[in-house]
């Protein structure tokens, strides 16, 4: 087409120089155009190939950079979650603490109770060895006692017999008893004088031997029990035997033969019962009414209610 213009213009202008060189502009202009054109079709060209290039490219780390978004959020979630279970970790590692506090306070106090304790045993580890200390002593007193008691009954028996009175004086306690026959009528406190003639030569002899300075720091007691039949109430025998065995201890203290000493140490240590008949006399099983009726002179130690508990205790054990 433009070779066509090109020629129509040459047939108007004709052959002239002007129209020559106008023509030839034109073709110049025409492939200076073309050129242009080319030139521009290959820069769109390259432009474009290399848009699309780039474009793929940017594709591409666009998809990269979509990947690694994902990683990174699943990196933050998995750091989210540790973080999580570090708080977790951290609330269990604060108890624990708490814990080791409370039990290293808890092991303080048992620290100090142990302290305490051990001080404890060893205070009573010392009161017991004070304790067995005076078990030992006890048991040579008691072992004394019963020596005293055997010899003071043997004292007795021998001097009663010597005096050529017939008094049984029991082996084991020293008791001795006296048929209240003697001493009374019939349901009267009122001494016989048979009575008071076996009292005025009994009572010395007794109270000799008892008095005597080898045992004076043995003797607590000495008691004048009276002691009835079943006949008649408790009462009345209560009261009986009371009166008897009292009119005995006022005859005992009243006595001329003694002297002023013995008769002071008797009113410190003399005792007066009456026991109705709680204590009777069997023979055979059978009531022996006359032996029931009786009065008893007792003696007891100092200690002898000490013994009696031991003897409990070491007799439970």
Sequence with gaps: MARQRIHNRRAGLGSSGTGASWISYSDMMAALLLIFVLVLTYSLYQYFTMLETKTKELNEQQIVLDQQAIDLQLARDELDTKEARLVIVQGDLDNLKVKLENQEKTLADLQIVLSSKEADLEAATIQLQEQKDQLNAQALRIDNLIGIRTTMIQDLSSSLAAANLK???????????????????????????????????????????????????????????????????????????????????????????????????????????????????????????????????????????????????????
């Design 167 to 317: 008094a049984a004086v029991d082996p084991n306690s020293g008791d001795i008893m006296l048929d209240s026959a003697v001493f009374f009528e019939t349901g009267s406190a009122e001494i016989r004088q048979e009575g008071k003639d076996l009292l005025d030569r009994f009572i010395p002899v007794y109270l000799d031997v008892l008095m005597r300075d080898t045992y004076a720091d043995y003797l607590g007691e000495i008691i004048i029990e009276g002691h009835t039949d079943s006949k008649g109430s408790y009462e009345s025998n209560l009261k009986l035997s009371q009166n008897r065995a009292l009119q005995v201890a006022l005859y005992c203290l009243k006595m001329p033969s003694l002297s002023s000493a013995q008769k002071q140490q008797l009113q410190k240590i003399l005792t007066a019962k009456g026991r109705s008949y709680a204590d009777l006399i069997y023979v055979n099983g059978v009531e022996d009414s006359e032996a029931s009726r009786r009065v008893e002179f007792k003696f007891s130690l100092k200690d002898a209610e000490m013994i009696e508990e031991m003897n409990r205790i070491l007799s439970a054990n």
